[in-house]
C-alpha cells in the first residue's frame, strides 16, 4: 500500500483486516493457520446442527477453504480443502454422529461440488495473495526512490461542488523532497491547496493546474518561491480525472550557475579582445628593421613570455599572482638570473606589465648585455617600502660597458606605458658597469614585510 506520513492514496485500499489475512508470513504458521480454520469451521457447523440438521454439510467450509488461501497460499488452501471434505463427510453426512443420514449418490454430488469450487477458491485466494505481496514489494520500493527523490512529489485529489465542477484540490501524498520546500506532510496532507498552498503564485498555478485536468496535456513553469527565496521548477500532469501529479525541483542553484556562467563569457569575451589587442600592438611595436626573420623572433619571443604569463594568472583565477611565479615564469628560458624576495602579491593587470617588463630586460641583457658575456650575470631584488608599495630592482653584472640608447625601443615603451602613474614608477640607469632597472608598485593587501622569502634562480 502506498503511503505518505500515514496518509495512503489512491482510490479501493484493502482494509486493516483483509491486509491482515495478506500479510507475509512463514509457511508453518500459514499451514497451521489452515488446520486453525477448518476446525472452527467444523465446530461451527456442530453448533448450527443443533438448531437445524439439514443444513448443507459444506457450506461453512467454504469460508475456512478461502481464508487459508489468503493467509498461506495454495498448499494451505488444498490443506484446508482435503480436511473440510474428509471432516464434513465424517461428521455431517454419515448419520452416525446425531445428523441425518445423507444418501450416497447425493453425498458424492455433493463432495464433488465441493471439491470444485474449493479448487477455485483456492486458485483465487492465491492469486490475491500473490498479487498483494507484489504489490506491497511495488509500494517499498516507490517508497524508498521517493524517499531518495531530489524532486518533491505532491499528488492531488479532485475536489468538486455539487454540479461537478472542479473548484480545489486536496493533498493525498507528499514525498520527504515535498516536505522540503513546501513544509511538512502532516500538516498538509488532507488540507486543500486553496487553503494551504505557501506562495503568492498559488491563483496562477491553480488555473495552471485546471488546464492540465481539464485537457491532459501536462505543464511546466517556474517560479519564485518566497520561502529561502528559491527558484522552482514546477510540473503538473493529469494521473486520471480525479488525480493530479506535480513535481518541484529547486533550481536556485543553477539559474545562479546559469547567471554566473553568462558572467564568465562576459568576462572571457573581455579578456580575449585585451589579449588581441594586446597581441596587435607587439606586431605593431616590434622592431622591423632587423629583417623577417629578426621580426618573427622578437614577436614569437614576446607573445611565449605573454602566454606564460596568462597561465601563471590562469592558476589564481585571473584574480592575482605572486612575484616570485611571475619573475620564475617570465624568466624560465634564461641562465645566471639570480632573484629575491618576500612574498607579494600582485594584481593580474600589473603582472602582465611586469612580465612584458622583465621579459623585455631579459632579451636585451641576452642580446647587449650582462648575459652576452659567459662572465656576467643579473640579480633582481625586491622589498617593501615603508608606504607598503614594493620596490624591485633589476641589476647586470659582468657585460660589456652600458652606454645610453640613442632612440627609446620596445622594452622603453613598455615601462612608460605600464608605470607612469601616482602607484607605479620605473626609472632606468644606463650605468657603465651595468644596466639598472627599478621598478615601483602596488602590492595586493594582505602583504607585509614580514611575508615569507622567495628564491629564483
Not at 285 to 307: F, H, N
Not at 315 to 320: F, L
Not at 394 to 416: A, H
Not at 420 to 437: I, K, V
Amino acid at each position: 500500500m502506498l503511503a505518505s506520513k500515514g496518509a495512503s492514496w489512491g482510490a479501493g485500499q484493502p482494509s486493516s483486516l483483509v491486509t491482515t489475512v495478506l500479510a507475509p508470513r512463514p509457511t508453518a504458521v500459514g499451514y497451521a493457520f489452515a488446520v486453525a480454520v477448518v476446525i472452527s469451521a467444523a465446530l461451527l457447523r456442530l453448533a448450527l446442527g443443533f438448531l437445524e440438521t439439514f443444513i448443507v454439510p459444506f457450506a461453512v467450509f467454504y469460508p475456512a477453504v478461502l481464508l487459508a488461501a489468503l493467509a498461506g497460499g495454495a498448499g494451505p488452501g488444498l490443506l484446508a480443502t482435503i480436511l473440510s471434505a474428509t471432516l464434513a463427510s465424517w461428521l455431517f453426512m454419515g448419520g452416525d454422529t446425531g445428523f441425518p443420514a445423507i444418501d450416497t449418490h447425493v453425498a458424492q454430488a455433493n463432495l464433488l461440488l465441493f471439491a470444485v469450487s474449493a479448487a477455485l477458491l483456492v486458485a483465487v485466494g492465491s492469486a490475491l495473495r500473490s498479487a498483494h505481496a507484489a504489490r506491497v514489494e511495488m509500494a517499498k520500493v516507490f517508497s524508498a526512490v521517493q524517499e531518495l527523490a531530489l524532486d518533491g512529489v505532491v499528488i492531488f485529489r479532485a475536489v468538486r461542488d455539487g454540479a461537478g465542477a472542479l473548484v480545489d484540490f486536496e493533498r493525498i501524498y507528499m514525498n520527504t523532497a515535498a516536505e522540503r520546500v513546501l513544509g511538512s506532510a502532516e500538516l498538509l496532507i488532507g488540507r486543500r491547496y486553496l487553503d494551504t498552498s505557501p506562495t503568492s503564485q498559488r491563483d496562477r498555478l491553480f488555473r495552471r493546474y485546471l488546464a492540465v485536468m481539464e485537457t491532459g496535456i501536462p505543464a511546466e513553469d517556474e517560479f519564485r518561491f518566497e520561502s529561502g527565496n528559491r527558484w522552482i521548477y514546477n510540473v503538473a500532469a493529469r494521473i486520471d480525472d480525479d488525480r493530479l501529479a506535480i513535481t518541484f525541483r529547486d533550481i536556485t542553484t543553477l539559474r545562479e550557475t546559469i547567471t554566473q556562467q553568462k558572467f564568465l563569457m562576459r568576462e572571457l569575451n573581455h579578456r580575449v579582445k585585451n589579449v588581441l589587442t594586446s597581441v596587435l600592438s607587439l606586431a605593431r611595436q616590434t622592431a622591423t628593421d632587423q629583417g623577417i626573420a629578426g621580426y618573427r623572433e622578437a614577436l614569437t619571443a614576446r607573445i611565449s613570455a605573454m602566454a606564460r604569463a596568462h597561465d601563471l594568472l590562469m592558476t589564481e583565477s585571473w584574480e592575482s599572482a605572486r612575484l616570485a611565479d611571475i619573475v620564475a615564469q617570465t624568466l624560465a628560458p634564461y641562465d645566471r638570473i639570480f632573484a629575491r624576495g618576500p612574498a607579494v602579491a600582485v594584481t593580474a593587470d600589473l603582472a602582465l606589465n611586469i612580465n612584458m617588463v622583465l621579459h623585455e630586460l631579459a632579451t636585451n641583457a641576452a642580446k647587449y648585455g650582462a648575459l652576452s658575456d659567459q662572465e656576467g650575470h643579473v640579480e633582481i631584488r625586491w622589498e617593501l617600502t615603508a608606504t607598503g608599495a614594493a620596490s624591485l630592482v633589476w641589476r647586470e653584472y659582468g657585460g660589456p660597458p652600458v652606454s645610453p640608447p640613442t632612440r627609446k625601443g620596445f622594452g622603453s615603451r613598455i615601462l612608460m606605458r605600464g608605470f607612469n602613474s601616482d602607484t607605479r614608477r620605473a626609472e632606468l640607469d644606463f650605468a657603465p658597469d651595468g644596466l639598472r632597472c627599478t621598478l615601483v608598485f602596488e602590492v595586493q593587501p594582505g602583504t607585509s614585510p614580514g611575508g615569507r622569502a622567495a628564491d629564483t634562480a
